[in-house]
């Protein structure tokens, strides 16, 4: 069965420090795969999907970058974050009409 | 602009009784109409999704309509329980990777 895997589940990082997120997922072969990021009483906004390895699409510019170094892996990272980086962050995989399967999310508080 | 309406933002309801959640979207193109339960500080749950040539979808508890013409579409719990306490998600794709996502319904169930 297809799984899905991303951590930390929460996150507490000052100002100016690197971020990395990981995910993972199990059970599947070259996954599309997306990073969104869910604020307090707002839909999920995409920031990166991917269709392949080192295939990275962004949707809006930020202070945040993605990779993917292999098939099943998703790396959201930052070289200096900022406070309006706090937030609930969601990995997702989808193989198209079926939707898509979503991480446990990751909260990030930029202290 | 691609848009998800979500109402009402939030619902209390009492244990046993049934509830409608609306959705109204403005996307174009537009091809499939999805609902996800997310619980609180987790990862959105696939519950249903409907093609734009479907009327009606459901999953246990849980029934989805949609009206392509009026572009509205409204999720129906029967006999709701303190599980189903929650934020339900309105999700509409556009075709290839935009997919727009509503803000949300937050559904309280109380005993």
């Known amino acids: 069965s297809q799984t899905i895997h991303q951590w930390p589940a929460t996150l507490v990082q000052p100002v100016g420090s690197p971020l990395s997120l990981e995910c993972t997922v199990e059970?599947?072969?070259?996954?599309?795969l997306y990073w969104y990021r869910q604020a307090a009483g707002r839909g999920l906004q995409l920031l990166f999907y991917?269709?392949?390895?080192?295939?990275i699409s962004s949707e809006v510019p930020q202070n945040l970058s993605a990779s993917r170094p292999q098939d099943r892996q998703f790396i959201l990272s930052s070289k200096k974050l900022l406070l309006s980086d706090s937030g609930f962050y969601l990995c997702?995989?989808?193989?198209?009409?079926?939707?898509?399967?979503f991480g446990s999310g990751t909260r990030l508080t930029v202290v | 602009k691609n848009q998800v309406e979500q109402s009402p933002q939030s619902l209390i309801i009492l244990e046993g009784k049934n509830c409608t959640l609306q959705c109204n979207y403005t996307v174009s193109p537009f091809s499939n109409l999805r609902w996800y339960k997310q619980d609180t500080g987790r990862g959105p749950v696939s519950l249903t999704i409907?093609?734009?040539?479907?009327n009606t979808k459901s999953n246990g508890r849980y029934t989805a309509t949609l009206d392509a013409d009026t572009k509205q579409s409204s999720l129906h719990i029967t006999a709701s329980q303190l599980s189903d306490s929650a934020s339900y998600i309105c999700?509409?794709?556009?075709?290839?990777?935009?997919?727009?996502f509503g803000a949300g319904t937050r559904l309280f169930v109380k005993a």
């Open positions: 997702a995989w989808s193989t198209g009409e079926d939707g898509y399967t």
């Open positions: 409907m093609t734009f040539s479907e």
């Open positions: 059970g599947t072969s070259n996954p599309n």
């Open positions: 999700v509409a794709d556009t075709g290839g990777f935009k997919t727009i």
């Open positions: 991917s269709v392949g390895i080192g295939q």
